[in-house]
């Protein structure tokens, strides 16, 4: 029997010890005997002579102390005794003639003892090499100095290279010092990456000045050729326009291969203007070199074509404009469910805006938008990965590599924000959260993930939201939507009595919102043949979001475009032609009814540019089962505006919002006051305790005296005009909101203006506040914005092609921008937006009105707005066929909203209110839409410039985008009491 050790170790082990270990030794590799078949490795060995010398490589051990000791040691003897005439064998086949002496005796000392010591070392698991420092550390005693004084010039010219410089992004580099105690490897190494990134970051800064990024050529759109025809005297001619936007030209020729002498500049093109009755004529007009301006009438292929050509003349324009700042960029949003499944080879469709619904045309492929927003929901990529892909698609398109702004992902659910490089320094405050509305809100299955920065002086916001599934579970997804309104943390953080729909000038919400078509099941067949047919319309009449957004019970006051794509749910993977609204489960048979699931909604300020050009989704991206959802916009933004004025002599300006009047839809008896928030203020400014009067209809009417007075910071008009005013009524007794709303500067551009805001909190609508604006500024005219070079006109004008030609650009007849939102209408007093304001016309000049406003007192009774008439709202020809919108039902033409009462305090006129027409409700928003012709026998007006305030038969008003197909006007102040419990509504919780 073997005894035991203290450890449980038998003794004999220690004994066999040293044989094993040279047995490992010899040429068995460790076996006692040999093999029964022997290998034949002998002559493999022979043929390998520099390793008769070496012993064998051994793995890192720790030997215990005992009698062990005796046999390694004489084992290791004699091969560190071999390793050392070895290396001291080559030393004499080297020439040392060019080192110095000393530097010799150092290395012939070293390799003579010193590496058998580094060499136990190693075997005794110690890796550091003592020897080999210390030879090193000696004759590089000179280097280290030199190191010293070498490097800190290098990381000079590396910050002063970098595109990220170190002040505000992190903690500055560590200076290595002479004295730091670090190996000189490690020094070396140090001074070898400062290199190699410095040479870099110079590689990377010529080609940025030159127009290279990482060796490729920055986005260059080469010349686009259009065919035309121009009609003359009844003669239709055929004519090629040639687009070259790097060149600043437009070239019209009447070959196509023709010579490109004739062409106007950029500066000599002054508007492009947009016919409402031919969806494919255009009227350019341009500037002479005798300084004539002339009126030309194209007329393109098609909708798309001519559409496609805008945009090759707005990015021309935009490129040559000489403005240190951009007023205007555009914003590609994408919403996906990967269903778990990773990304095809091709996704460029999707970034191109291309597939079903409204696409944007070939000429404008290679426009690069200014930001990407993607958002993905069930997304099994990790976040560096799905970047990188992203990043690469673009790459392959625009040429351009894009900057990332922010990533932030939930679980499985993601948003990405990428720019390009240009607008790295425009961009600041970033800030992403998110928010968790699975099982009982703990589960980050579904939610919601934001992010938000500044652009110059416009704030801009995303959300990506995947809500709750399943038909029957509309309720709860509306939930989830105001959780996430009340829970999402995004934007100034200043601004904390307003939620996410208030604090961005752009606010854009994306993602699987699950909002089926709300039909029964055996109607499954049915919608598969609608589908295939492309009629949409029955299906989208019964969307459960469309329906919810009509009884202003989800995303109250957002914006969507028309919807003119087939269902993106749910379909058979691989495929696009079957959608697989059936699954099998141990519950039983489940159905997903095709639906649109897959959404992108905006809301944005008052009176602010914003255009959608493209809203559709993708056929060939088949992985998941759902279709990717792309949407284009181009929104207006403000630049950090820096005041050329002496601010010692600039005259004061001031904001005076007069005679405001509030209806709460609430019980409470407190007192209220009113807030104004504004990044244009120096201060927010609150205004005294209201008089409230009860009313039968459960609302309370509130007075907030004669005049309110507020101090810009900068009294320039081009800074005032692009600016909002945020209004927050609270309470007096708890501070709490009872409504918001936003009130645009840009409104009282010219004199007195009466305005009617919808008040809001978190996402219900809580009454009305109505009142007056009044903007003094100094003295100076804004400059033309960009987005202003696209105009919309009607053809009803009579104007002779003589008469045209003496007008000026700034004068055409019945132009309407339909992207800036300056004309709301007003009809049985119903908000169409949220706000609304009484406009003055804009063909009255500044003086003048200034003389007529001086007459009046600001507590005055300024004059109301004329009565507005309905005009006929017009499809959108890009879709490819124009539709008759629906006639409202009943339920859609009762419950309007009731107008605030005349006189303060007056009792409400008995009986019913008499009913009023209700324009026929359009199913889309205000962009691009087309006329059609006016029915026979119709009496037609004379053209005439309306004002803001009114509608016309030359003129649409402006429709609600917020309000779904066949959606109703707003619903009246029902006496509903939100602030009796601390509870929600039942409908709420």
């Known amino acids: 029997m073997w005894s035991q050790s203290s450890e449980g170790v038998p003794i004999r082990f220690f004994s066999m010890l040293p044989e094993l270990v040279e047995a490992y030794q010899n040429p068995n590799m460790g076996l006692i005997t040999h093999l029964q078949y022997a290998v034949q490795r002998e002559e493999e060995l022979e043929e390998e002579p520099e390793n008769k010398d070496l012993p064998p490589q051994l793995p890192p ?38 080192i110095a002496e000393e530097q010799q005796a150092l290395i012939l000392d070293y390799f003579r003892t010193s590496v058998c010591l580094d060499a136990e070392q190693v075997q005794n698991g110690n890796h550091s090499l003592p020897g080999l420092k210390k030879l090193t550390t000696a004759i590089c005693k000179n280097l280290n100095g030199e190191i010293s004084r070498v490097l800190p010039a290098l990381e000079v010219c590396q910050r002063a290279l970098d595109q990220q410089p170190w002040p505000g992004t992190g903690p500055p580099p560590r200076q290595i010092e002479a004295d730091s105690g670090q190996s000189v490897s490690v020094r070396l190494e140090h001074l070898n990456k400062v290199l190699y990134s410095l040479e870099e970051k110079a590689k990377n800064a010529a080609f940025d000045s030159v127009g290279y990024e990482r060796g490729q050529r920055k986005s260059l759109i080469p010349p686009v050729v259009f065919e035309v025809k121009q009609e003359s005297l009844g003669i239709s001619t055929k004519m090629f326009m040639k687009v070259d936007v790097e060149g600043g030209k437009l070239h019209i020729t009447k070959l196509k291969d023709g010579p490109d002498d004739k062409y106007f500049a950029h500066d000599k093109i002054r508007q492009l203007v947009k016919s409402q009755k031919m ?33 090759l003349l707005q990015q021309m324009k935009n490129k040559h404009s000489g403005k240190p700042e951009p007023d205007m960029i555009t914003v590609f949003v994408g919403t996906w469910n990967m269903g778990n499944a990773g990304p ?49 698609v673009l790459r392959s398109v625009t040429d351009i590599h894009f900057k990332q702004v922010a990533v932030h992902t939930l679980w499985n659910i993601r948003i990405l924000v990428l720019a390009k490089p240009e607008h790295e320094n425009r961009i600041s405050h970033v800030c992403s959260d998110s928010v968790k509305t699975g099982i009982a809100n703990t589960l980050g299955n579904k939610g919601a993930v934001g992010v938000s920065f500044m652009f110059n002086g416009t704030a801009f916001g995303f959300v990506n939201s995947h809500l709750t599934s399943g038909s029957e579970k509309k309720l709860r997804r509306n939930q989830n939507y105001l959780n996430i309104l009340r829970f999402l943390n995004l934007g100034d953080k200043k601004l904390n009595p307003f939620d996410i729909t208030h604090r961005f000038t752009h606010l854009f919400w994306l993602g699987d919102l699950n909002y089926r078509v709300d039909l029964p099941n055996t109607e499954a067949e049915f919608m598969v043949s609608r589908i295939r047919q492309q009629n949409y319309q029955d299906l989208l009449a019964r969307d459960q979001l469309s329906m919810e957004r009509t009884e202003q019970r989800v995303f109250l006051h957002f914006a969507e475009e028309e919807i003119t794509f087939a269902p993106t749910y749910r379909f058979e993977r691989y495929t696009r032609d079957k959608y697989a609204y059936t699954k099998a489960k141990a519950t039983g048979t489940k159905y997903n009814l095709p639906s649109w699931c897959d959404r992108i909604l905006w809301k944005s300020y008052p009176l602010v540019h914003v255009v959608c050009q493209a809203y559709g989704c993708t056929n060939d991206i088949m992985t998941s089962d759902h279709s990717p959802v792309f949407a284009s916009f181009e929104v207006g933004v403000a630049s950090q505006f820096v005041s050329k004025r002496d601010p010692n002599n600039a005259p004061q300006g001031g904001i005076q919002i007069m005679n405001c009047k509030a209806t709460l839809l609430t019980k409470s008896k407190t007192k209220f006051f009113i807030e104004y928030h504004s990044s244009c203020l120096e201060k927010t400014v609150r205004t005294c305790e209201g008089e409230n009067t009860e009313h039968l209809d459960g609302s309370i009417k509130v007075w907030f005296g004669n005049q309110v007075q507020l101090t810009p910071i900068i009294s320039d008009a081009e800074y005032l005009l692009d600016q909002h005013i945020l209004i927050c009524v609270k309470s007096t007794d708890s501070d709490e909101s009872y409504g918001e709303g936003c009130v645009a500067l840009r409104a009282a551009q010219l004199c007195y203006t009466e305005f009617q805001v919808a008040l809001t909190h978190h996402g219900e609508n809580t009454g009305v506040l109505t009142g007056g604006i009044q903007l003094h500024t100094s003295e100076g005219k804004p400059t033309e914005k960009l987005y202003d070079f696209i105009k919309v006109e009607k053809d009803d004008t009579k104007g002779k092609s003589g008469e045209a030609n003496k007008t000026s650009a700034g004068q055409v007849h019945d132009v309407s921008n339909p992207g800036c939102m300056e004309v709301s209408h007003r009809n049985n007093n119903v908000i169409a937006k949220g706000w609304s304001y009484s406009l003055p016309p804009k063909t009255l000049p500044i003086a003048a009105q200034a003389g007529k406003d001086s007459k009046k007192s600001p507590t005055g009774k300024p004059p109301k707005p004329a ?123």
């Open 279 to 311: 969806h494919a004529k255009l009227v350019i007009v341009v500037e002479t070199e005798k300084e004539k301006i002339l009126r030309r009438e194209f007329v393109f292929d098609n909708a798309k074509k001519r559409e496609g050509f805008c945009q």
């Open 867 to 989: 009565c507005v008439e309905a005009s006929k709202m017009f499809d959108n020809p890009l879709y490819g066929s124009t539709r008759t919108a629906p006639s409202p039902g009943k339920d859609q033409e009762k419950n309007h909203l009731l107008p605030p009462e005349p006189t303060f305090g007056s009792k409400p006129p008995e009986g019913p209110p008499v009913p009023t027409p209700v324009p026929t409700p359009r199913n889309r928003s205000f962009t691009y839409s087309e006329s059609k012709p006016p029915a026979a026998g119709a009496q037609q007006k004379k053209p005439v410039v309306p004002s803001r305030s009114q509608g016309s038969a030359s003129r649409p008003p402006l429709p609600a985008k917020a309000r779904p197909p066949g959606s109703p006007e707003p619903q009246s102040l029902k006496a509903k009491d939100h602030r009796d419990s601390s509870e929600l509504p039942s409908g709420r919780r």
């Open 344 to 392: 095809p080879h091709g996704t460029s469709s999707w970034f191109q805006c291309k597939g079903q619904g409204r696409t944007q045309d070939d000429t404008a492929d290679l426009i690069p938008h200014d930001i990407y927003v993607v958002g993905t929901q069930e997304d099994p990529l990790g976040e560096k990965e799905w970047a990188d892909a992203v990043k690469s």
């Open 61 to 98: 051990r720790n030997f215990p102390a005992g009698e062990v000791k005796d046999g390694v040691a004489k084992s290791c003897e004699q091969g560190h005794k071999g390793l050392s005439e070895t290396f001291l064998m080559r030393l004499q086949h080297v020439d040392m003639s060019t």
